[in-house]
């Protein structure tokens, strides 16, 4: 037994065994917090989990000096003269500009306006949507029949019908959310009648078979197959959305994002403009990655309910 225990003494504490054409990796560590990577719950990563990780960490970094890179370039360009800075303006006279503005409380005010209307016509746009295009499901008449004009309207420039919608609502909040609603209640109705129709009809069959009555295969089989589909909407629905928010504003707003940037373009304000640009690019990006985090959410909610 003393041999074996010196033996035992004598391997080293971090062995690493690769073999090539192999997965296979053995690795035996002494220090778990220097070598070793665990997750939120505890457990081990695995050597691709870990690769994965500073893969996006890399992506991170790299997208925030870019960025960086950018706007230090646009300042030093307008501070040397290579860019005139009256009609392309600077960093530092822009964030001063935003800076007064939210000072005044008029900033807020409006990007509040505006995400309101945003995100409120493509809540109710994308659950009109999914109802109307899983309607279809129920009857391959009325699917036909509505299909072209569906078409038809997903085809038509919705934002030509600001000013009908604006004359129809008037200049206020109702009018911005009916144009967001407008852009997205086609394309999610598209999207999910394009998962009803992906229904295996041999599963159906065999539910039928089974005694199940046509709400319980609706319920059962078209819904949980036309989840994806609803579910990979949601990314195009919100840029829709607020793209169709924005349109509004520019053609007639009490207050809004948009109505900022018109109103600084016909008094000349630079600065205002390129405020309102950037708090829009802002805007689309937390909105962006606020339905990747509520697509990732349903996609695990409903998986656990169908489990």
Same mark, same amino acid.
């Given at each position: 037994m003393r041999e074996e225990t010196s033996e035992m003494a004598e391997i080293p504490e971090t062995v690493e065994v690769a073999t090539v054409g192999t997965a296979y990796v053995i690795e035996y560590f002494e220090n778990s917090d220097a070598r070793e990577s665990e997750d939120e719950e505890g457990k081990i990563e695995s050597p691709e989990e870990v690769a994965e990780r500073k893969r996006r960490r890399r992506i991170a970094i790299g997208r925030a000096l870019i960025g960086i890179c950018v706007v230090a370039l646009w300042e030093i360009l307008t501070r040397v003269g290579a860019m005139d800075a009256y009609y392309w303006s600077r960093p530092s006279a822009v964030l001063a500009t935003a800076f007064e503005q939210m000072a005044k409380g008029t900033l807020l005010r409006d990007i509040a306006y505006t995400s309101s209307s945003t995100i409120l016509g493509f809540v109710f746009g994308t659950l009109a949507g999914s109802l109307v295009g899983l309607s279809f499901w129920w009857s391959k008449t009325y699917a036909g029949i509505s299909e072209p004009y569906l078409i038809i309207l997903n085809a038509m420039p919705k934002l030509a019908l600001g000013p009908i919608v604006v004359i129809l609502f008037g200049i206020g909040f109702f009018s911005k959310f009916i144009l967001a609603f407008l852009m997205t209640v086609i394309t999610t109705a598209l999207y999910a009648h394009s998962g009803a129709k992906s229904v295996d009809p041999a599963m159906e069959s065999l539910m039928y078979s089974l005694g199940a009555r046509r709400g319980q295969v609706f319920r059962k089989v078209v819904v949980p197959t036309s989840m994806p589909w609803i579910v990979s909407s949601l990314r195009v629905n $919100?840029? !829709?959305? !607020? /793209? =169709? /928010? +924005?349109? =509004? *504003?520019? +053609?007639? /707003? *009490?207050? =809004?994002? =948009?109505?900022? $940037?018109i109103f600084a373009g016909t008094i000349l304000d630079i600065n205002l403009v390129w405020v309102g640009i950037m708090v829009l690019s802002v805007l689309s990006i937390l909105m962006y990655f606020g339905v990747v985090v509520l697509e990732r959410w349903l996609s695990k909610h409903w998986a656990l309910i169908k489990s």
């Open positions: $919100i840029a !829709l959305a !607020l /793209a =169709g /928010a +924005i349109v =509004g *504003e520019f +053609i007639s /707003a *009490e207050r =809004g994002v =948009g109505r900022m $940037i």
